[in-house]
């Protein structure tokens, strides 16, 4: 039984790919792995003001995507469409499709979806508990959290976000206790502790100082052996350095997505090389 | 600009426009000091007046005893003590939690329209006039039941206190930021998941004072109590008894026409003054104790 139904979501998933790649050839980057998530055709509004044109990109699975751009290009309206969470915006209408594994998350639970789509913010926003309450959060609400186990999955989820070292003789202290870039790990703990398949980052490192921008990077380095990252950044050398394949948004547009060498030293828009070069706002 | 530039001169003295601006200036300044002082004094200009007038009743008796008749010295107001405790309670333990709900309501499920005419109710309902909400529970609980009760003096302060405690609890509500709603739901949290585990902890100590501002300040008022809990010159039995509650017998008190009967309003109004001012105090160390939030 089970194993039929995953031969079905695969048909369907090489279906969706094939659809796809013949409607917007020009967004999809040549990767032999089918997508883990992809967005069709993306319209989103704003009460009458449209935010998002026709978007269309894949996200490999196991690789880092990032979305540059400048201010007000839509790539954080984007990402926040990826786990659904602009839903929660009054006024807001979303047209097309976004898929995880090919199933659309439009049609499902949305907490499900949002369990398995983690999401870092651009600001670090611990809730106001200790930091093992915060990372133990998520899997509580979701039952995740094995009897007597909760240490042992606080502990790794602190580990996988490489801050396990500087806090783990103040578990029970307030979050607000870290600097900064602590803080912001914690949120990357918190969120890896429900062991997300696809981790969004929204401007994750434009609140800290450089040495911790670094730490962050390393992370998403090391993270993306397991799970999917999509990150939006303003800053390019971030982008170049931290991933696989990079897309670029104007006014609401996806420009181009390709591999991040190319977009950076060989882009096919005339717009990409305006921006990188810095000719552009 | 250069250095040989010449600064224009000063004038000698100052010139008439000057003069008249600043006396202007110190005026206001004056009168808005003034009238600063009058405000804060007052508080204590009131306190005085209790303390000289009742200060002196004020004892073990008057905390335990029962009301005398006029001409017999000694006595309490025990009896409005525990029945304005009485009622106060139960008027908390309905008006707290429909507050608190509304509250809820109102910050975190509104959409546009009904939270707004629901806002907008709550306010009027608070600039209701006391009285008249004593009228009402006149009607709806005395009328019948055929009897003043204290249930029916808790319905009515529970009805002043609705208002207050929703709106409170909205505006502290309100005051939690919206990245701490997204992180819990961004991590697969119900909607009302969050609002239980994460955005009313993080507002409780604004709540919490929010609330028991409302209570002190319901527990002063006399109107909503003249004609449904009434007044008793004994022990309640129940809350289906008629109550003795300090408020109304301060009025009580102070309108008859014996000095004893005054010395003892005065002391109930010492008694009440410093309950309320209680319970103000503990709750504003509660809320400079709080800062549970991230600026």
């Keep these: ?281 | 600009m250069t250095a040989a530039m010449p600064s224009p001169a000063l004038p000698k003295a100052m010139t008439a426009r000057n003069r008249r601006r600043n006396a202007l200036n110190n005026a206001m300044l004056t009168l808005t000091g003034v009238c600063a002082f009058i405000t804060v004094s007052m508080l204590f200009v009131i306190l005085a007046y209790l303390v000289y007038n009742g200060g002196k009743s004020v004892n073990l008796d008057f905390f335990t005893k029962l009301p005398l008749p006029t001409g017999e010295s000694g006595g309490g107001m025990g009896n409005a003590i525990l029945g304005s405790m009485e009622i106060i309670f139960f008027a908390t333990l309905i008006g707290v939690p429909v507050g608190f709900l509304a509250g809820v309501y109102l910050s975190e499920f509104g959409g546009k329209g009904l939270p707004f005419a629901v806002r907008y109710v709550c306010d009027l309902l608070n600039g209701v006039p006391s009285i008249v909400i004593g009228m009402f529970a006149w009607i709806v609980v005395v009328a019948p039941l055929h009897s003043y009760s204290a249930f029916a003096g808790a319905v009515a302060l529970s009805i002043m206190l609705i208002p207050i405690a929703a709106r409170a609890t909205e505006q502290f509500l309100q005051d939690v930021p919206n990245s701490m709603r997204e992180a819990s739901l961004a991590l697969g949290a119900s909607k009302w998941r969050t609002i239980a585990s994460v955005i009313v902890p993080a507002a409780r100590k604004g709540i919490m004072t929010g609330m028991i501002l409302g209570v002190a300040r319901i527990a002063g008022e006399t109107a909503p109590l003249l004609f449904t809990s009434l007044n008793n010159q004994y022990w309640s039995t129940g809350l289906k008894e008629p109550t003795a509650s300090l408020p109304v017998m301060i009025y009580t008190h102070a309108t008859a026409p014996y000095d004893d009967w005054h010395r003892q309003a005065w002391a109930a109004g010492l008694v009440l003054l410093g309950l309320v001012l209680v319970a103000n105090i503990a709750a504003r160390t509660i809320i400079s104790r709080g800062a549970s939030l991230p600026k």
Aim: proline fraction near 5%; include cysteine; charged fraction near 25%.
């Design chain 1, 1 to 281: 039984m089970s194993s039929a139904l995953t031969k079905l979501s695969n048909t369907q998933s090489t279906d969706t790919v094939a659809d796809t790649a013949m409607i917007s050839a020009s967004n999809v980057v040549a990767t032999p792995s089918v997508p883990k998530m992809r967005a069709v055709h993306v319209n989103f509004y704003y009460g009458d003001f449209q935010a998002l044109h026709d978007v269309s990109l894949d996200f490999a699975p196991n690789k880092v995507t990032a979305l540059i751009g400048p201010s007000g290009c839509g790539k954080s309206t984007f990402l926040r469409n990826l786990n659904r969470i602009n839903e929660t915006l009054r006024d807001t209408r979303l047209q097309g499709e976004i898929t995880l594994d090919g199933q659309n998350i439009l049609e499902h639970d949305v907490t499900e979806i949002r369990r398995r789509i983690g999401m870092v913010f651009q600001r670090p926003n611990p809730f106001p508990k200790s930091i093992f309450e915060n990372v133990l959060y998520g899997p509580k609400i979701n039952g995740m959290v094995p009897r007597g186990h909760a240490n042992e999955l606080v502990e790794k989820s602190l580990r996988r976000a490489a801050l396990w070292e500087e806090v783990k003789d103040k578990l029970h202290e307030s979050a607000y206790a870290l600097s900064g870039g602590q803080q912001q790990r914690l949120c990357i703990a918190r969120a890896l502790a429900v062991n997300p398949e696809v981790l969004l980052l929204d401007e994750p490192c434009s609140a800290l100082d450089p040495i911790a921008t670094a730490k962050i990077e390393d992370l998403l380095v090391e993270l993306k052996k397991q799970c999917t990252i999509v990150i939006v950044t303003h800053n390019m050398q971030q982008a170049a350095r931290v991933a696989d394949t990079t897309g670029f948004f104007l006014l609401g547009k996806v420009i181009e997505h390709d591999r991040t060498d190319v977009i950076f030293k060989n882009p096919a828009k005339k717009e990409t090389e305006d921006y990188i070069t810095g000719r552009f706002g």
